[in-house]
């Protein structure tokens, strides 16, 4: 007889906004006068997922797999660390069951790019696109998103793996 192990994971990131530096949120370059500052491209929304992979996994942070003191992540395209986070997830016996995003960002204006961003990541991350999901808000003009300073993203990531409660575990 099977049972079904499901676990839930978060994450967050922050990243400051900076002049000479493309946007790329969730895989896809955003039109925006600023991009973000950060040691890879700093892709906050999909920092925030590998998170909460990595969390529903058991497997700590972006900052243990990924570290910023080491020169083969400057300016990595993210989608590289999600796809290695969704590797990792795999070989672990779990898969992912949704994910919900949200990106905090008083501009520029993504309600156009909501199903561009979760397209590109369940491609990353070789899932149905109907199984992720980005909303966008802004912070009402409120804090350092309000003031233009950053944008911040959250999301949350279901995982279930099948297991055999005949197979005793060491
Ligand atoms: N950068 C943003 C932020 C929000 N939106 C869209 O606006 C709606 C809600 O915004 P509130 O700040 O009033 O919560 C929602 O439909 C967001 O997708 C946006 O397009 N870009
Ligand atoms: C992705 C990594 C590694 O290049 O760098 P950053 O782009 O600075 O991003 P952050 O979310 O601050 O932390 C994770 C880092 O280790």
């Known amino acids: 007889m099977e049972t079904l192990d499901i676990r839930i994971g978060m994450g967050t990131d ?20 600023m991009g973000l500052a950060g040691h890879s491209d700093a892709d906050v929304l999909i920092h925030a997922v590998c998170d909460a992979i990595l969390g529903a996994a058991g497997m700590g942070d972006i900052g ?6 080491d020169p083969k992540y400057k300016n990595i395209d993210s989608r590289i660390l999600l796809a290695t ?12 069951m949704n994910l919900d995003c949200t990106v905090f960002a008083q501009v520029p204006k993504l309600g156009h790019k909501k199903q561009e961003m979760a397209a590109s990541m369940a491609e990353t991350l070789e899932i149905s696109p109907g199984c992720v999901n980005v909303k966008a808000t802004t912070t009402e003009h409120l804090g350092f998103i309000g003031r233009k300073q950053g944008i911040a993203a959250q999301a949350i990531v279901l995982i279930a793996a099948q297991t055999n409660p005949n197979i005793r575990e060491t």
């Open 64 to 69: 243990d797999l990924f570290p910023d003191t």
């Open 14 to 33: 922050v990243h400051a906004f900076a002049t000479d530096r493309d946007l790329i949120l969730g895989g896809v370059m955003i039109d925006h006068d």
């Open 85 to 96: 986070c969704a590797r990792n997830l795999a070989q672990a016996g779990y898969r992912i």
